[in-house]
């Protein structure tokens, strides 16, 4: 009846915490990866002219 009803209901809640909790923590460690990839990419976009003109510069200061 009543307690047969609970004890499901508890087991079911505690097996489907139990799945969640990885599946939340394996996404949230992937959005995090990815968050900083992209802050990394975004930053060398704009950093790669000045690379660019340095390399070329410190060329140039080497033969000459």
Do not use: D, Q
């Not at 900083?36 to 070329?56: E, Q, R, T």
């Amino acid at each position: 009846g009543y307690f047969e009803a609970l004890a499901s209901n508890l087991v079911s809640r505690i097996i489907g915490a139990v799945m969640r909790l990885p599946i939340i923590g394996v996404g949230l460690t992937a959005v995090c990866a990815v968050s900083l990839a992209g802050a990394i990419i975004f930053i060398s976009w704009f950093l790669f002219p000045l690379i660019i003109l340095l390399s070329f510069s410190h060329g140039l200061r080497i033969l000459f």
